[in-house]
């Protein structure tokens, strides 16, 4: 009677939870391909264009134009700190070159959450790991900093992913899930 | 010696390079062409991009190799990205002599100056961004790291960077021996094994301990 009461609970609480809806391969596939443009290109330049800046510096005799290239070069790193955070958001960097695993705590880390992994052993194919891997990061940038956020990924061409997340200083749980067919 | 994808970054570094008084032995689009010379050439610091090939990390693939090679060629990693995962692969590579930045971050004669200095030093340089983040990210304000007073977490976070006893007194303006009176009250208030006298060892406890205090918590979920 106990068990059965017990697997009740369980599916009415997830029948209850909120479904998400995971970006489709192309939606995948054009965010990191902007993601590569944007690293590849402005943001390439802009550095490069921080390090002439200091070239610059280095052989001004001036104080006062050293001075401005200071400011100069200080807006310029504020710059390259907004479009490092609108990289971030179109396409996790580490989860590209390193996997779910460190892309989703990479971002974890930047939102200041408290994160909890549970993944599959092995190493989820390309696809899979790129919209399972997309559609937490998004979730994620919905959560407060400080927030407590417990991720469980499984299967591997049907990839069913689970989020339990916790506002810091709250109680309530509130829980999202996933279906993602991938391959 | 350089290795750069980016031309035009790669053109500026040598540049800055020079700027600061550093002779510049060899530069390189990718990693495989930094190993054939480092073989040849042993030199005090090789600079590598983190994004460059050999495949998506090439950087730091080739870090491997040069410190396998070459252990007491000193190692600056740059990246666009200050994250934590290639801070862990770096302090893989090794614990001395190697130093992780972002690019923009060391625009400048004087920083590059110093970084290259402290790395043919045999210290570690850690990104003031990324140890900024792991000290004060996370808005927690029920952990351990909130019983620290304002200036041991300042402390904390020089100590993430890297940086020794001497440097963190001359950034506070405090004295040696008061820095060494707040490290020991950081370990005792955190918990922190090992030996905070011993640079390296400290350094990795500090780092590990924040990026514990991050991710991977709390029990009971």
């Not at chain 1, 549970?118 to 994620?140: I, Q, T, W």
């Not at chain 2, 030199?43 to 983190?50: E, P, T, Y």
Request: glycine share 10%.
């Amino acid at each position: 009677m106990m068990h059965r009461m017990v697997r009740w609970l369980r599916r009415s609480a997830t029948r209850r939870a909120g479904l998400l809806r995971p970006p489709d391969r192309s939606a995948a596939r054009l965010r990191y391909g902007l993601e590569r443009a944007l690293h590849d290109g402005a943001i390439t330049d802009i550095s490069a264009l921080a390090l002439e800046l200091g070239v610059i510096s280095a052989s001004a005799g001036d104080s006062d134009v050293a001075a401005k290239l200071a400011v100069a070069q200080r807006r310029v790193t504020d710059i390259l700190d907004e479009l490092r955070g609108v990289g971030s958001w179109i396409y996790p960097p580490v989860l590209a070159s390193a996997g779910l695993g460190p892309g989703l705590r990479a971002v974890a880390e930047r939102r200041g959450l408290r994160l909890l992994l549970d993944l599959p052993r092995d190493e989820l194919g390309a696809e899979a790991r790129s919209r399972a891997g997309l559609l937490v990061a998004d979730h994620f940038h919905t959560l407060r900093p400080g927030s407590v956020v417990r991720v469980r990924v499984r299967g591997r061409r049907i990839v069913r992913v689970s989020i339990t997340d916790q506002r810091p200083g709250g109680s309530a749980r509130r829980a999202h899930r996933a279906v993602l067919r991938c391959g | 010696m350089i290795a750069e994808d980016g031309a035009l970054f790669r053109e500026g570094l040598v540049l800055l390079l020079r700027a600061a008084g550093h002779e510049v032995a060899g530069c390189f689009a990718d990693g495989e062409a930094l190993i054939a010379a480092v073989a040849t050439d042993p030199v005090d610091v090789a600079v590598l991009d983190i994004r460059m090939p050999p495949g998506q990390e090439g950087g730091l693939v080739t870090a491997e190799r040069v410190r396998a090679l070459r252990p007491e060629v000193g190692l600056l990693l740059l990246s666009h990205y200050a994250e934590t995962h290639y801070l862990m692969r770096v302090l893989e590579i090794g614990t001395e002599r190697i130093g992780y930045r972002l690019k923009e971050r060391v625009a400048g004669v004087r920083v590059l100056g110093d970084t290259l200095d402290r790395i043919a030093g045999g210290e570690i340089v850690i990104e003031p961004v990324l140890a900024r983040r792991l000290v004060h990210g996370g808005g927690r304000t029920d952990g351990p790291l909130s019983a620290l007073s304002e200036r041991e977490t300042d402390v904390l976070r020089l100590m993430a960077e890297g940086r020794a006893n001497n440097a963190i007194a001359g950034e506070l303006f405090i004295s040696a021996k008061s820095v060494e009176k707040n490290i020991a009250a950081i370990f005792t208030k955190l918990g922190l094994p090992g030996d905070a006298t011993v640079h390296h060892r400290r350094v990795l406890a500090v780092l590990a301990y924040l990026q514990a205090q991050r991710i991977d918590g709390p029990a009971g979920w």
